[in-house]
């Protein structure tokens, strides 16, 4: 408790401290010099909601963050109603206008956008630290269909408004949150892990930076994603009915799409709604149009979907980069 008692003197000081300085220092205070010792007090602190330390990535774990309220003030300043929240002229004066209009138009903010709204509340080498924050909690996803240094923030897209359903060609996959509720976020987030695996198939050839797979297509309630070459998706939130709709443009790719989509979802439950999510399958038959229940669909090996054997992805206790190199 001696360790605790030292962080939280520091709190009307800064608003974090760093593991590899200030932690190191404050235990060799209080007679805890190890590393092992000192980082397994920061995860009995975490797990109690003293503090915030998070261990996914280098850059998360060096920083512990004592005031949460400073997270909240940092990520309230990007994803908020820009018409109410956000001084036009400001970012104008600054020539930052454009990056402004993409953020709020297309949910595509620049690296110069995020550095200039996160200025007053951290360094300019902790802009890192927030980025990563967003993508562990699937908020944010790093945008590479672009020369500059974007990144797709879902929760800033507009709603389609018109999405012709009966235009969508292939077999369609419902996910049914009626028996609960689907909590706002959700779809968003499915959106980052989505594009986060698409952007994965782009060809790294730095001398013809040829594309394998389309651009997305993007809004709050819709996307039209090409996961992999000729792998085209379209998914589509409907608040009212409480589901996700997900057709699937080459019967080949049905399958494939099943254990992925599952795969995210159980990733959404577990790292951020904590494991509170519940949801029915429902796959259509491409012949008879009629839906059955996933064990069904599975007991009768229905056609695209169980046409080949899925395999089980590992969506709990692994971190980001892993579950997308398993996908």
Known sequence: MALLDQIHSKRNQSCYLTLSGDIRNLGLEVGIGSSVEQ?????????????????STAILKDI???????????????ICDGNLHIDKDQFKHVG???????????????????????????????????????????LLSRWNFSENELYLIPSLLTDHSFVEKENFKGPRCVIDFSNSFLPNGVFQRLLCLCVAHCVRHRDKNSETHRELVVEPSLYRNYAA??????????????????CITIFVKNDDFAGKCLMIVQAMLRKVNHDVMGSGLKWDICLEDAVTKEFLTLSDAEDEKLSPWFSCENKHIVAENIDLVSFLEML
């Open 39 to 55: 980082e397994t007090a920061l995860a009995l602190f975490h797990e109690r909601g003293l503090l915030i330390h998070l261990t």
């Open 64 to 78: 512990v963050v004592i005031k949460p309220q400073w997270l909240v003030d940092a990520l309230g300043k990007v």
């Open 96 to 138: 930052l206008e454009e990056d402004l209009k993409a953020t709020f138009e297309k949910g595509l903010a620049s690296r110069d956008f995020l550095e200039y709204v996160w200025k007053g509340e951290c360094e300019l080498e902790q802009v890192d630290f927030f980025l990563d924050l967003m993508e562990r909690t699937m």
């Open 225 to 242: 994603i090409e996961f992999e070459p000729g792998f085209m998706t379209h998914l589509l939130e409907d608040e009212e009915a409480q």
